[in-house]
Antibody, heavy 118, light 107 residues
Framework: QITLKESGPTVVKPTQTLTLTCTFSGFSLSTRGVGVGWIRQPPGKAPESLALIYWDDDKRYNSSLQSRLSITKDTSTNQVVLTMTNMDPVDTATYYC??????????WGQGILVTVSS | DIQMTQSPSSLSASVGDRVTITCRANQYIRNYLAWFQQKPGKAPKSLIYGASSLQSGVPSRFSGSGFGTDFALTISSLQPEDFATYYCQQYDTFPYTFGQGTKLEIK
């Protein structure tokens, strides 16, 4: 059974850097074709893809946020870390990580609500 | 980025009804289209991938169709647990983009 869980701060101040960790089980990020993605969803709005990392360390970033994002993986601890710099109140959202394999983005973690407020 | 447009934005229907939600991409995306269901306070759940392939464990009353730029999700006979928000997502080109959502409510 594949599971993922997001962890990190639930409140950050404007201009701070957000670091979120996705800890997963049930699959290996060393397996060919496997990836982990980060998606966020502002309250009442549609999801937005942020970044993803594949088994071979291929990385993709949302071009509108690329200068602020960094994604890394640690296959020994089954974790993927997303860093987003210069946080702003508009970045308030639920942040999800998800397993990616082939055509599937499934399952997703439970999500973590991050509020940006001074 | 590829823009996905869903319609309608909201829909009222009754248990047993057949409903269809449409999704249009502003660029050709082959069949790289997925559908997700989201209930309040929960993460999205995969229903359909490859435009028409049913995810494991998803009831057969859900079906998907389309290719290129125009797609549809059909629920053949609504059940009480189907009232939720539905999103389409293209995964042809990153960033994978979502439609704005269709909220399916009980009439």
């Amino acid at each position: 059974q594949i599971t993922l869980k997001e962890s990190g701060p639930t409140v950050v101040k404007p201009t701070q850097t957000l670091t979120l960790t996705c800890t997963f089980s049930g699959f290996s990020l060393s397996t060919r074709g496997v990836g982990v993605g980060w998606i966020r969803q502002p309250p009442g709005k549609a999801p937005e893809s942020l970044a993803l990392i594949y088994w071979d360390d291929d990385k993709r970033y949302n071009s509108s946020l690329q200068s602020r994002l960094s994604i890394t993986k640690d296959t020994s601890t089954n974790q993927v870390v997303l860093t987003m710099t210069n946080m702003d109140p508009v970045d308030t959202a639920t942040y999800y990580c998800a397993h990616i394999w082939g055509d599937l983005t499934d399952p997703w973690g439970q999500g973590i609500l991050v509020t940006v407020s001074s | 980025d590829i823009q996905m447009t869903q319609s309608p934005s909201s829909l009222s229907a009754s248990v047993g009804d057949r409903v269809t939600i449409t999704c249009r991409a502003n660029q050709y995306i082959r069949n790289y289209l997925a559908w997700f269901q989201q209930k309040p306070g929960k993460a999205p759940k995969s229903l359909i991938y490859g435009a028409s392939s049913l995810q494991s464990g998803v009831p057969s009353r859900f079906s998907g169709s389309g290719f290129g730029t125009d797609f549809a999700l059909t629920i053949s006979s609504l059940q009480p647990e189907d009232f939720a928000t539905y999103y389409c997502q293209q995964y042809d080109t990153f960033p994978y983009t979502f439609g704005q959502g269709t909220k399916l409510e009980i009439k």
